[in-house]
């Protein structure tokens, strides 16, 4: 999808490639990252790899099993997105919240090797959500079958986020295990 934006530049020829609250934009931290970001049930995903990792074939496998399971999926975005840390969070933690933005320009789009980019459809789209959990697409040899818990976390712009490592372009395996994952955290899916 980088064909048609580039994350080097914070403007599009038509406005802003992220449309970010001002009061965000001016006072919150924020990196662009190289990542599909995906919303399942109440959790955000962001799935982070290399080009050609498999990212979007597994936001797709991902968003196809929620709805097998009759979970709600959406995307937020196919591969860059805006990552964020709020200062004021809506969580009832009072934590701060890492919340992912989605480029205006590819809202509701997504890659599709060997298609090209396409439209996910009407209302499986968000265009940001708050994002629970960091999946980095690696070679299998990097994963450790008992992962320590400093492997379980990430930071992400100074905030802690839980962290999985998932074989890149082995997406049964990987949605697997997110679905794995997922399964053993407190707020259901």
Known sequence: ??????????????????????????????????????VIGPYGLLLRGESGSGKSMLQRTLRREAAALSIPSALVSDDYVKLVRLIESSDPSGQPE???????????????????????????FTGDAPMHLLVDLCPPADIHRMPSSEETVRSCLGYPIAHLSVPERSVVEACDLVFALLSTWKERL
């Open 98 to 124: 890492l919340r992912a933005y989605g480029p205006v320009s590819t809202r509701g789009l997504q890659e599709v090797r060997g298609l090209g980019v396409i439209s996910v459809g009407e209302n499986n």
């Open 1 to 38: 999808m980088s064909l048609y934006f580039d994350p080097d530049h914070d403007q599009a020829r038509d406005g802003p490639i992220f449309d970010l609250p001002d009061a965000i934009a001016s006072t919150c931290p924020s990196e662009i990252m190289h990542a599909a970001a995906i």
